[in-house]
Nanobody
Framework: QVQLVESGGGLVQAGGSLRLSCAAS????????MGWYRQAPGKQREFVAR???????TYADSVKGRFTISGDNAKNTVNLQMNTLTPEDTAVYYC???????????????WGRGTQVTVSS
C-alpha cells in the first residue's frame, strides 16, 4: 500500500502565497514522478505541475511563472510553492505519485485526499 498525505492548504488573500507539501510512504520501490492536480467547484480536475525523478518540471500554462514545484526523491516528497495567488486558484489540490511499488509491479498512480486552497479577493 502507498499513502500520500498533503499539507499546507488554507485561506489566503489575493496576491498572497502558500506552500503545499506532500509525502508518499509505504511500499515504494521506485518513484517516477510526483505532482499536483486541482479541482475547483463545478469543474473537472486539472493538471497543475509535475516533477520527474530526474528533476524535469512541467507546468500548466495558468500557473507558469507563479508556481514552483520541487521534490526530494530520497524522501519521496514534493512541494508546490504558489505565489501571486488569485481567486481563480481556489480549489482542492491533489498530490499524485507515479511509482513502482515493487520490482515486478506496473507503474501506477496514487493520489492523496486533497487539501483545500481558498484565495479571497
Amino acid at each position: 500500500q502507498v499513502q500520500l498525505v498533503e499539507s499546507g492548504g488554507g485561506l489566503v488573500q489575493a496576491g498572497g502565497s502558500l506552500r503545499l507539501s506532500c509525502a508518499a510512504s509505504g511500499s515504494i520501490f521506485r518513484l517516477n514522478a510526483m505532482g499536483w492536480y486541482r479541482q475547483a467547484p463545478g469543474k473537472q480536475r486539472e493538471f497543475v505541475a509535475r516533477i520527474s525523478n530526474g528533476g524535469g518540471t512541467t507546468y500548466a500554462d495558468s500557473v507558469k511563472g507563479r508556481f514552483t514545484i520541487s521534490g526530494d526523491n530520497a524522501k519521496n516528497t514534493v512541494n508546490l510553492q504558489m505565489n501571486t495567488l488569485t481567486p481563480e486558484d481556489t480549489a482542492v489540490y491533489y498530490c499524485y505519485a507515479d511509482l513502482w511499488s515493487g520490482g515486478a509491479s506496473p507503474l501506477s498512480t496514487y493520489w492523496g485526499r486533497g487539501t483545500q486552497v481558498t484565495v479571497s479577493s
